[in-house]
């Protein structure tokens, strides 16, 4: 069985979802959604803003060594680098997405990407669309998957990282390469 899992990277949150390669798109099945948090320090007044960085870097690395480790590709949304704000927030990205890299390469995991453009192409077949409209067209891709069930131990103000991951790893699912994993799983 090959199971890919996808990631919405992010330094506080990443969302993430796992899905088991089927023989078609129509066949994979999202198994499992959720969210990887880190938190601020309490002792912001004493601790350096870098130092609260590298612990939180180590967090990130720490539960995607975990994560990680059991599947056969990462799929990641490349939204992160298509608009930022302020260096802090470039800087912050930047390390959650060298962890990302760093974790995948030890693990010998391929790292595929989607842009906002692909996936909304894909699920809005337009530039413009909403992340309403992705997850309507996600759910009726899989209307046997109880995605309430796979977002129940997830807040409702962080469901939008696991469903940007899911739809991230849906358009990854069309590449060359995920189907020669599927031909050779069959």
């Not at 975990?66 to 799929?75: G, M, P, Q, R, S």
């Not at 995948?104 to 391929?110: E, S």
């Not at 309430?148 to 390469?177: F, M, N, Y």
Request: aromatic letters at 6%.
């Amino acid at each position: 069985m090959k199971v890919v899992v996808g990631l919405d990277p992010g330094f506080a949150k990443t969302g993430y979802c796992v899905v088991r390669l089927g023989e078609s798109l129509e066949q994979d099945l999202p198994i499992r959604m959720g969210v990887l948090k880190t938190t601020k320090s309490s002792h912001k007044l004493r601790l350096l803003a870098v130092d609260d960085n590298v612990r939180r870097t180590q967090e990130i690395a720490h539960s995607l060594l975990v994560l990680l480790a059991e599947f056969d590709v990462v799929a990641i949304t490349a939204e992160a680098f298509s608009f930022m704000r302020n260096a802090s927030a470039a800087a912050k990205v930047a390390m959650t997405w060298g962890v990302v890299a760093a974790v995948a390469t030890v693990h010998q995991i391929p790292v595929m990407q989607a842009t906002p453009s692909m996936i909304k192409h894909k699920f809005c077949h337009k530039a413009g669309g909403s992340k309403q409209d992705v997850q309507k067209a996600v759910t009726a891709l899989y209307p046997h998957v109880d995605f309430g069930k796979l977002l129940a131990q997830v807040s409702q103000r962080d469901h939008e990282h696991p469903w940007d991951a899911v739809a991230a790893t849906i358009v990854c699912l069309e590449d060359k390469s995920i189907q020669m994993l599927r031909r050779l799983q069959a």
